[in-house]
């Protein structure tokens, strides 16, 4: 019995140092290779969940780069920002997503879903440091450690990617995307604010944490709502902005486009619907 | 609580620690133990399937006390049948009476009838169609006279509920399992470590190759009109992966478990798909259910008595059951019609006791004709795992036409090279290993221990790289 349980600790402690010092290793070394310089060009970076992912189109926004992913929660936005402003001190403008989904019990599947977290860790890992990591882990030990072998191979890829001076919208931590469909007719709406069943979790900690970080920076926070189709309660949106985020600007973009043809579906704009809402939110930003 | 998931890997090594070290005592003490993390375990999926668990328990336990204590035929008979009714009667309840309900409702509107039947929205117990099975096999063979009625409630429960094959399977007898139940357990080295290396191998086949078949299987077969045949046909031929893998998959994580507390279980499954023909497939896949099938309904309709029609009838009517309990479709009826049908020669012509030994015994390479009859007795089961699969009857022939008419669309998928090489390196392990319970058993063989280490290291990366969401494990649905 002693033997057995001997040999069965060994081999687990064995097989899980090597996978860690691996993964720490690799982690640390794509951090460090990583440029999470944006350049001197761009003040504006865009963060957020798919709604941003697809309706900003960061061509037509001077100066900006988008680096909003699908499924995003506030925490990986927050990650994202915190690495790239103490990298990049041009940035003088942070566009985050923020619609009316983003104030319900979503955000907090989305940072605790198994499947979520097995497609988005591994990309983000290695953004992961010191705090961040600590914060992570707390929220999800699980995911960290079964993900693994994942972020492994992720890291590999980054470490390639760097090597081949990939651009940082390669790296799958974000980017722009352009949808090419096209939706026929309404298909989406909520005329009730009870429709939406509004509730502060744990990753809403995270908006509040990148407020602040804003606020240190001084860095201008703009929150922003891109077009849905159908109507939709922004009352909450901005009752919730003004008690908890005061310095941050709402721009308030979800009855912008009317015509159906311009969205994808009822949550994200087309190709089409991009194109008119980045004119529109490049020239709000520099009138501003 | 799903054997692949971070819950297992924390209960399972807790579980084994107070078994060996905190409930030592006597086995009496690990009996109750081991029952009390039996219903944990059963509990954590639903709290309320417990109480269903406990009453199919103690109904059986009572019926069995009771047959066993009356030589009077007729109250013996009595027992039987109160055990026999009430238990398919909650199975029957909670898996078939939708089905029976809707079928029935399908018949009348054949005859211009609209009758509004109602159907019941309950959950379907998890395993309840094993530890139904597991329990009549008790009361049929105290009523048969092959065992004395086990008068320990707690013995008696633990073989109804050990954890390892609670939900499914192997569908155990209580001539096997209770005497071990009964009895001290001594710790064994070779056997925990055979254990573990079944329980990897398990997990291995279930997270590496089921769940990444099933990501290529779920939306082609959800979604059939839209693909093209060949990619229908790839589709079948994962699944028959798919569901080996999760099915056997869960039978080697449950003998290797057991094996841990020093119980044997019945092995459930014998590389099937090396099989030369469908009697031998039947013979190697889910044996304990095609065994529970003979004993207690092929042998006492008049088995293979009574000639050819005998055969030929009792042969249909064990398939269309096995077909019924997997579940309340027509799909899996007509499946255990068709692998009726493939073995009714073997039957006719009494070939059926052919290829009893493994196969190309000794030899690394099959024959030529050997190899021939596995692949046909392997196109012969995904052709039957189509319906198997399917979501309807309808669904099973549009797949299969489009498959057989060479249909094109604008659709084509192909697996992944990965999952290919993955399913290939599987089927040479097990080729490779196939004189043994299970293919990592012949690693023990090698001659340094670090090569075995790197290889188990290897395996775990392995799954460890492709785990992440759990998918539940096929039969539990069973």
Redesign the interface.
């Known amino acids: ?1 002693k ?2 349980i001997k ?2 600790v060994l ?1 687990s402690l ?2 899980w140092l ?2 860690l010092s691996a993964l720490m290793a690799l982690n640390a070394v794509a951090d460090a290779r990583f440029n999470y310089n944006l350049g001197r060009d761009t003040n504006t970076l865009i963060l957020g969940d798919s709604h941003t992912l697809c309706a900003l189109d960061d061509k037509l926004i001077p100066n900006a780069v988008n680096l909003s992913e699908s499924a995003d929660p506030y925490f990986f936005s927050y990650v994202k920002a915190e690495r790239f402003i103490n990298a990049s001190p041009e940035i003088k403008t942070i566009v985050l997503g923020y619609a009316p989904h983003n104030l319900t019990t979503e955000q907090d599947s989305w940072l605790f879903s ?2 979520i977290n ?1 497609k988005k860790l591994p990309f983000y890992a290695f953004l992961l440091k010191n705090s961040l990591l600590a914060d992570y882990v707390k929220l999800n030990p ?1 995911a960290y450690f ?5 972020i492994i ?1 992720a890291d590999l890829g980054h470490l390639y990617r760097i090597s081949k001076g990939a651009s940082v919208n390669e790296f799958g931590i974000g980017t722009h995307l352009s949808l090419t469909t096209k939706s026929e007719k309404e298909v989406f709406h909520i005329g009730e604010q009870g429709d939406i069943k509004y509730s502060e979790g744990e990753d809403l900690k995270y908006l509040k944490k990148l407020y602040y970080l804003c606020k240190r920076k001084k860095i201008k926070l703009v929150l922003i709502s891109t077009p849905l189709m159908g109507s939709h309660p922004t009352e909450p949106l901005k009752k919730y902005a003004s008690d908890n985020l005061p310095l941050a600007e709402f721009l308030d973009l979800t009855t912008f486009l009317k015509d159906p043809s311009l969205f994808a579906d009822s949550g994200h704009v087309n190709k089409w619907g991009a194109e008119k809402t980045s004119v529109a939110v490049a020239s709000w930003l520099r009138k501003k | 609580m799903l054997f692949n998931s ?1 819950t297992y890997l924390i209960f399972l090594p807790v579980v084994f620690i107070l078994y ?1 070290f905190a409930f030592n005592k006597n086995y009496k003490q690990q009996n109750i133990m081991l029952m009390m993390a039996s219903y944990i375990f059963y509990g954590w999926w639903d709290w309320r399937f417990v109480f269903l668990l406990a009453f199919s328990t103690f109904l059986d336990y009572w019926s069995g006390l009771k047959i066993a204590e009356n030589e009077n035929g007729r109250r013996r008979k009595f027992w039987l049948i109160l055990s026999v009714g009430i238990n398919l009667g909650f199975l029957g309840v909670f898996k078939y009476y939708n089905f029976f309900a809707s079928s029935f409702a399908e018949l009348l509107a054949g005859f211009g009838l609209q009758p509004h039947m109602a159907t019941i929205n309950v959950i379907l117990p998890v395993g309840i169609s094993f530890y139904t099975f597991h329990g009549l096999s008790y009361v049929f063979d105290i009523y048969n006279r092959r065992i004395p009625a086990e008068k320990n409630i707690v013995d008696y429960s633990l073989f109804v509920s050990y954890f390892p094959l609670l939900v499914a399977g192997p569908i155990e007898r209580a001539t096997h399992l209770l005497p071990q139940v009964q009895r001290p357990r001594i ?1 064994d ?1 070779g056997k ?2 055979d254990g ?1 290396r079944q329980i990897l191998w398990g997990l291995f086949k279930k997270v590496v190759i089921a769940d990444q078949c099933a990501a290529f299987v779920n939306p082609v077969f959800n979604n059939y009109e839209t693909y093209d045949g060949s990619t229908l046909a790839i589709a079948a031929v994962l699944f028959a992966f798919q569901i080996y893998g999760d099915f056997s998959g869960y039978s080697d994580i449950a003998l290797g478990t057991s094996r841990l507390f020093g119980i044997e279980l019945l092995r459930n499954f014998r590389y099937p798909y090396f099989s030369r023909d469908i009697a031998e497939f039947w013979r190697r896949w889910h044996i304990s259910l095609s065994s529970w099938f003979k004993d207690y309904l092929y042998i006492p309709l008049g088995g293979s008595r009574g000639g050819n029609w005998m055969r030929i009838r009792n042969t249909f009517i064990i398939f269309l059951v096995s077909g019924f309990w997997h579940g309340a479709n027509w799909t899996f009826i007509f499946w255990g019609f068709l692998n009726a049908l493939f073995i009714m020669p073997s039957i006719i012509l009494k070939t059926n006791r052919n290829n009893l030994e493994i196969v190309a015994g000794d030899r690394l390479i099959p024959s030529l004709k050997e190899a021939i009859q596995i692949l046909m007795t392997f196109l012969l089961s995904v052709f039957c795992w189509i319906f198997f699969r399917a979501n309807s009857m309808e669904a099973a022939f549009g797949i299969i036409g489009r498959i057989f008419m060479g249909v094109s669309s604008e659709k084509h998928s192909v697996p992944s090279l990965v999952l290919s090489v993955m399913i290939i390196a599987m089927l040479i392990m097990e080729w490779l290993g196939r004189q043994e319970d299970f293919p990592l058993r012949h690693w023990r063989l090698l001659k340094h221990s670090y090569v075995r ?1 790197a290889l ?2 290897a395996m ?2 392995l799954i ?2 492709f ?4 998918e539940q494990f096929i039969y539990f649905q069973f």
């Not at chain 1, 079964?146 to 994942?150: A, E, L, M, Q």
């Not at chain 2, 785990?467 to 759990?470: I, L, P, R, V, W």
Request: proline share 0%; charged share 25%; aromatic share 24%.
């Open positions: 019995m033997k057995f040999k069965t081999f064995a097989l090597l996978l198994k499947a097995k699980e079964t993900n693994s072998v994942r191979k | 971070t060996w710790f080295y925990a470590v573990l280490f188990y290291i775990f990366i460890l790289y785990s992440g969401e759990d």
